[in-house]
């Protein structure tokens, strides 16, 4: 039986190309989740592995999608070749439980790993030199400038939250913060 395992990061992330990919190779069943690479726990991954048995073909679209680090690759591999399942990482092909299969995904998986966390140290490095800008401000940007919202708060001194709501699209909550804001 062939069981595909699909996974994003975030809830925002989209799973329908990974899911296509999974069809289109035939996969019995495909688990799929939204939850971080960085845990362990992954429920539906580790439901998924309580029910491959001998024979069975684990189907992921890339090798990033089901380990969390070379270590965490290594052993998971190892288990389910243990276990007489085969694995197939559709961007790498079909890992076989051979010195060279093992020793091609070990390199492999070490560079996937080195990737991810030279992708962490630009985004660290990237952060470190912004923080150094004077205008620097952690978090999202401001989605109304203070001009918008000045003019909204002085809309609240003849007309009601909702009304002013409806007229500039300011939400409840953010004014009331704002107006917090503004007295202290």
Do not use: W
């Not at 580790?46 to 491959?52: C, G, I, M, R, T």
Request: proline share 2%; net charge positive.
């Amino acid at each position: 039986m062939k069981i595909g395992y699909a996974r994003v990061s975030s809830l925002g992330q989209d799973l329908e190309a990974q899911l296509q990919a999974l069809h289109n190779e035939g996969c019995d069943k495909i688990y799929q989740e939204k939850f971080t690479g960085t845990k362990a726990d992954r429920p539906q991954f580790q439901e998924l592995l309580s029910v491959l048995n001998e024979g069975d073909t684990l189907v992921v679209t890339k090798l990033d999608r089901f380990a969390r680090s070379t270590v965490d690759a290594i052993q998971t591999i190892k288990s389910l070749f243990d276990k007489g399942v085969k694995v197939h990482i559709l961007n790498m092909g079909l890992v076989e439980d051979t010195p060279t299969g093992r020793l091609i995904f070990n390199f492999t998986s070490s560079f996937a790993e080195f990737e991810r966390d030279m992708i962490v140290e630009r985004t660290q490095e990237g952060k470190a030199i912004a923080k150094q800008r004077e205008d620097f401000k952690e978090g999202r940007p401001n989605k109304y400038t203070k001009k918008q919202v000045e003019h909204a708060l002085q809309l609240l001194e003849t007309h009601s939250y909702k009304q002013v709501e409806a007229m500039t699209g300011i939400s409840k909550s953010t004014l009331i913060r704002a107006k917090k804001k503004a007295l202290s």
